[in-house]
């Protein structure tokens, strides 16, 4: 595709329920990020793959949250057992290098935990 | 303290006035410097970076960097109804992939 593509756009689920968030980087991006962005905050670094390997993980808040990106294409986040305070909207960004400056974004996974 | 900080806003300036975003950050050995612009429901975009103490305009938005004050602002001139959107003030601790993020100003721009 033309860009960043995340699924579902939007997704309520249940306290205490497993979600899984899709992101499709653009093609030949070798450099994948997650953000989160919580209502009325700045974005939160959560991840960040360089192929299919994580360099860094240490933003994600805790052992319920676990990402993977396979084939060095498309990534998944899942965060387990979900609980309230995971609301927020979870921003995917790709990057051709592995600077987040030069990262496209896409329109991001609006999760709502009740 | 959290690591960068912004008045949360809203800002709201009459077109064509000059909006004036500040942001300072806790981090002495912060190297770089970032402005993104994000319109209501959408993603961030990247408008402005900046490296070295001083001014750097781009068309109608200047950012200003003061390392010894642990500041910096963006001001916005001839601001514009498009210009209605939250700012978030970004700054890189050394590490490309990972940023640190303010809540952002939310800027209003009255016709």
């Known amino acids: 595709g033309a860009g960043v593509s995340q699924s579902p756009s939007n997704k309520v689920t249940e306290k205490g329920k497993d979600v899984e968030l899709r992101c499709d980087p653009i093609s030949g991006h070798t450099a994948l990020y997650w953000y989160r962005q919580s209502l009325g905050q700045g974005l939160e670094f959560l991840i960040y793959?360089?192929?299919?390997?994580?360099?860094?993980k240490s933003g994600l808040p805790s052992d319920r949250f676990s990402a993977e990106r396979t084939g060095g294409s498309v990534s998944t986040l899942t965060i387990q057992r979900t609980q309230q305070e995971d609301s927020a909207v979870y921003l995917c960004a790709s990057s051709p290098t592995g600077s987040f400056t030069e990262a496209f974004f896409g329109q991001g996974t609006r999760l709502t935990v009740v | 303290q959290k690591e960068v900080e912004q008045n949360s806003g809203p800002l709201s300036v009459p077109e064509g006035a000059i909006a004036s975003l500040n942001c300072t950050y806790s981090?002495?050995?912060?190297?770089?410097f970032f402005w993104y612009r994000q319109y209501s429901g959408k993603s961030p975009e990247l408008i402005m970076s900046i490296y070295s103490n001083g001014d750097k305009e781009d068309g109608r938005f200047t950012a200003q960097l003061n390392k010894a004050s642990q500041y910096v602002s963006l001001l916005i001139r001839d601001s514009q109804p498009s210009d209605s959107a939250t700012y978030l003030c970004?700054?890189?601790?050394?590490?490309?992939?990972?940023?640190?993020f303010g809540a952002g100003t939310t800027v209003t721009v009255r016709a």
């Open positions: 793959f360089q192929g299919n390997s994580a360099p860094d």
């Open positions: 970004a700054v890189n601790n050394g590490n490309d992939y990972k940023l640190s």
């Open positions: 981090d002495r050995v912060s190297q770089s």
